[in-house]
């Protein structure tokens, strides 16, 4: 029976210490030959379209969602034209002015994200209209810790899970790594100004290319990333 016992514990013994080395092994393989992020999310060019002059928005003919072609008019503005010089000698005493209407078209193909005026609505020149997401050019910004970063490089294949896709998995490819840090950028300094300094794993934005086919993605949607370096 003592025995039976001690080869059962040995038996656990040897199988536990299987389980913790395919693990170790498992999760080192994965360090070795991959660079994996959940800091991840869709994105997609947006192309703002403004005002061209000082005037009134009309016939305003586009809504959230709706998807427009290239060249295809957004908007109508009616501009109010500088009063003629009077010529000289002319017994006219006051100059009328005018209004003429402007065009406003679509840049790009695309679908409105965001209608920022109304029918009616007096603007000046630059005021944004609309925005326009390019949905046929979706990418991936993955932010990899600055500890990883040195591993990767353009080229490089991936593996791309969407949540908004569950058990789906999209390839894609490396294609451009910001020369700066995430919050390089960012409009709160991170330097301590109470004495006290806590650090923080910094980390880099890498753009990748997605292969889509077949599904809608939407800029926003989280993703995770597994890069393959070896």
Request: no cysteine.
């Amino acid at each position: 029976m003592k025995q039976s016992r001690v080869i059962l514990i040995n038996v656990l013994i040897i199988v536990a210490l299987i389980l913790i080395g395919g693990v170790v092994a498992y999760y080192w393989t994965q360090s070795y030959d991959y660079v994996s992020t959940q800091d991840a999310s869709i994105s997609a060019p947006t192309i703002p379209v403004a005002a061209q002059a000082n005037g009134t928005i009309q016939d305003l003919s586009v809504a959230v969602g709706q998807r427009v072609s290239q060249g295809q008019t957004i908007a109508e503005e009616t501009v109010t034209t500088a009063p003629a010089a009077t010529a000289k000698g002319s017994k006219t005493t006051a100059a009328t002015s005018g209004t003429s209407i402007v065009n406003i078209v679509a840049p790009v193909s695309g679908y409105v994200a965001t209608v920022s005026v109304a029918n009616g609505q007096t603007v000046a020149a630059g005021t944004p209209l609309v925005t326009l997401v390019q949905l046929s050019k979706v990418t991936v910004i993955a932010n990899i810790p600055e500890t990883k970063i040195r591993n990767v490089s353009v080229g490089q294949s991936a593996t791309i899970y969407v949540d908004a896709h569950p058990g789906v998995s999209f390839t894609g490819t490396v294609e451009a790594i910001q020369p700066t840090t995430q919050s390089f950028f960012s409009l709160i300094p991170t330097a301590a100004t109470s004495g006290t300094y806590t650090k923080v794993t910094q980390r880099v934005p890498v753009e990748l290319s997605i292969d889509a086919a077949g599904y809608s993605l939407l800029p926003g949607e989280d993703a995770e990333v597994r890069i393959t370096i070896h």
